[in-house]
């Protein structure tokens, strides 16, 4: 499919109904990504061009040869500094899944999949071999034969990686921003408001905003948008509309859904939808 506002740019994107995998395959000229996360780890690499993008708080730039390794919810965005864009494939890989094929592999390091890569990026052509063989055979439909056995050297590729605690830039949440963040967990689906947050901190709005900006590397907004967005993706991926999703998660309405949902992935809701479950909106 072509995305909007630039017909040259496309995407193209697939879920293996029995591991919860999807696999996507994109070209991008431009601006590619609004800053967003993912409850999945995403595994891929840059077939062409130079792909550039802010995670963890640093500028990383990938050229082909280069693997990319993002752990679940680190916040992401992407675009393409130079005018050819830029085309990549990406695994997004489910926590749970990830989390039992490690036990089965025995790969202790992998089953705490909260725990972030050492390097963004990764200079290793094996890793970027075993990423590209699990891509072909899963977004080609190679047999689950061909899946399960890339995706073992895939995953005996990724437990040999360095992993640790990302680094944050940014100093850890005080019990005032702590509490701000829990208040728009609980209350995702509810229509707060900058002084309700304050109070909860205990401490005025605009020194909030400044805090809680430097703690997540986003306003209180932008850190709800992205909480409605994961749990708009798994509401979608279970077979909900997205009239239903709009209205579960707290957006004003299936418009205003779809609006921050093609900033983020760059598809519908209801393509999202339909990729997962095989039923049209």
Do not use: K
């Not at 085309?87 to 992998?110: D, I, K, N, S």
């Not at 063989?133 to 040999?160: M, N």
Request: contains cysteine.
């Amino acid at each position: 499919m072509t995305t909007p506002h630039n017909p040259t740019n496309w995407l193209t994107a697939r879920r293996d109904a029995e591991t919860g995998i999807e696999s996507l395959r994109a070209h991008f000229s431009g601006h590619a990504y609004d800053p967003h996360d993912h409850d999945d780890m995403l595994v891929g690499y840059t077939e062409q061009g130079v792909q550039r993008f802010q995670c963890h708080r640093s500028l990383h730039t990938s050229v082909p040869g280069r693997a990319i390794l993002i752990e679940p919810g680190a916040l992401h965005d992407g675009h393409a500094p130079e005018a050819d864009g830029f085309t990549y494939a990406m695994l997004y890989l489910p926590q749970a899944w990830v989390e039992h094929a490690a036990r089965r592999l025995e790969l202790p390091g992998m089953a705490g999949v909260e725990a972030a890569f050492c390097r963004t990026l990764v200079d290793d052509r094996a890793l970027v071999a075993a990423i590209r063989e699990a891509f072909v055979a899963i977004h080609g439909g190679e047999g689950r034969l061909a899946r399960d056995q890339s995706l073992d050297r895939l995953l005996l590729q990724l437990g040999a990686q360095p992993r640790g605690a990302p680094p944050t830039g940014g100093p850890v949440a005080s019990p005032a921003i702590a509490r701000v963040r829990d208040l728009l967990h609980a209350r995702m689906d509810g229509n707060l408001g900058l002084d309700e947050l304050a109070e909860a901190a205990g401490i005025d709005r605009f020194r909030l905003t400044r805090l809680f900006q430097r703690a997540f590397g986003a306003s209180p907004h932008a850190y709800l948008v992205r909480l409605r967005l994961r749990a708009a993706r798994r509401l979608l991926a279970s077979g909900h509309t997205p009239a239903q999703v709009a209205a579960e998660v707290g957006f004003a309405d299936q418009s205003h859904l779809g609006r921050w949902f093609r900033r983020a992935y760059r598809m519908t809701p209801a393509a999202y939808r339909q990729m997962c479950t095989n039923v049209p909106d």
